[in-house]
């Protein structure tokens, strides 16, 4: 009877090995959520764990689209598939520009090393071990430095197209404040370089680019700069309170502190007016917005990655008040701000332009 009971050894070593499986499975999704290194990249568990939510709910988004498409404008799926053939036409000059952009990193980064020889013994040191967390990109100022080339070929987008018929949610009122937060970012630059970016793609270049922005984005909102000067005014007098009152410590100059906070003050103010007349314009037909919609969620993840990431754990960056998590939140909130609106723009898409008429 007890070697009845003894279970057979064919079913002892598969329960065996379906435990190990199942213990390896979990220990292999807890290293996955306790991060990674990706192209010398390092993501952490929450990075990963809202990434996959965000996908979830993308996937979730486009299926309901699709579904209301499908049920509500039966027959009618190839307007839609002419919608994104005309997509592709209209932004090639976009597109065009990005890959330039892209090209232009790859060229500056396989340059190596261009710094390293000029460094004395402890700069030296700490800028290997910046390489050695960034092996891609040697240095997470890259990050900025592609965001800085984005926003450029965004604005020369809407600056070249701000003629046509309809309206950029890049105009007016968010051109303006994102005017002014380049301007503040000029000042900074002029005021220190500790805010100069370092690495294969920085230095000059993106100081030049930051620089070339001003002009442009004032072209775009002059209209809202002269027809609410008052406004403006206010709004930059307490930026200035908000500022003085949370700052880096990356510079020795505080009016560098001090701007550079204004900087991420005025690019969240603007992110939430972009938002704001993405769903009050009407921009159908305007197929280039797509482009703009899209670009201007990459360029913000970059800078929330790098303020994320670069500095975590270091607490000597702090200045006053809230210090780095000021920035953070500052990019955190205009990522959500592009993001709502890009949503608003691709739900767009999919509903029905026909006019109901009704018999009374």
């Not at 939510?53 to 209301?68: G, K, N, Q, S």
């Not at 999919?350 to 018999?359: A, L």
Request: glycine share 8%; net charge negative; aromatic share 10%.
């Amino acid at each position: 009877m007890f070697l009845t009971a003894w279970p057979k050894p064919a079913f002892l070593f598969g329960n065996a090995f379906t435990q190990l499986y199942y213990v390896l499975l979990k220990q292999a999704v807890m290293d996955i959520f306790n991060g990674f290194v990706l192209g010398g990249i390092h993501i952490d568990g929450k990075t990963i764990e809202a990434t996959l939510c965000l996908a979830v709910v993308m996937v979730m988004l486009r299926l309901e689209l699709f579904r209301r498409a499908v049920n509500g404008r039966p027959g009618e799926l190839q307007p839609s598939a002419d919608k994104y053939k005309k997509l592709l036409r209209e932004c090639a000059p976009e597109a065009i520009g990005s890959l330039t952009c892209l090209v232009l990193v790859i060229i500056l980064r396989s340059r190596g090393d261009t710094i390293g020889d000029s460094l004395d013994g402890h700069s030296r040191e700490a800028w290997e071990a910046i390489k050695m967390q960034w092996p891609l990109l040697m240095t997470a100022d890259t990050l900025l430095a592609i965001q800085v080339m984005l926003r450029l070929v965004v604005v020369l987008s809407a600056l070249l197209r701000s003629g046509g018929a309809g309206q950029s949610p890049l105009l007016d009122e968010c051109a303006a404040l994102w005017c002014a937060g380049a301007l503040a970012k000029c000042l900074s630059l002029n005021r220190s370089q500790a805010y100069w970016l370092e690495g294969p793609v920085g230095g000059m270049l993106p100081t030049m680019l930051e620089a070339l922005l001003v002009p442009l984005l004032f072209l775009l909102g002059q209209r809202a700069l002269f027809r609410s000067a008052g406004t403006m005014v206010l709004v930059v007098v307490l930026i200035g309170m908000f500022a003085q009152r949370n700052t880096l410590q990356f510079a020795e100059e505080s009016e560098a502190n001090i701007l550079f906070t204004a900087v991420h003050c005025f690019e969240f103010l603007s992110a939430i007016i972009y938002a704001g007349r993405t769903m009050l314009l009407d921009n159908d037909g305007q197929f280039h917005l797509a482009f703009t919609h899209f670009v201007m969620v990459v360029q913000q993840s970059l800078a929330a990655y790098f303020w994320l990431q670069a500095f975590e754990g270091e607490t000597d960056v702090n200045g006053l008040g809230l210090g780095i998590k000021a920035i953070q939140f500052s990019c955190l909130g205009q990522l959500c701000a592009y993001l709502a609106a890009a949503t608003l723009h691709a739900a767009s898409w999919f509903t029905d332009d026909t006019p109901v008429h009704v018999n009374i």
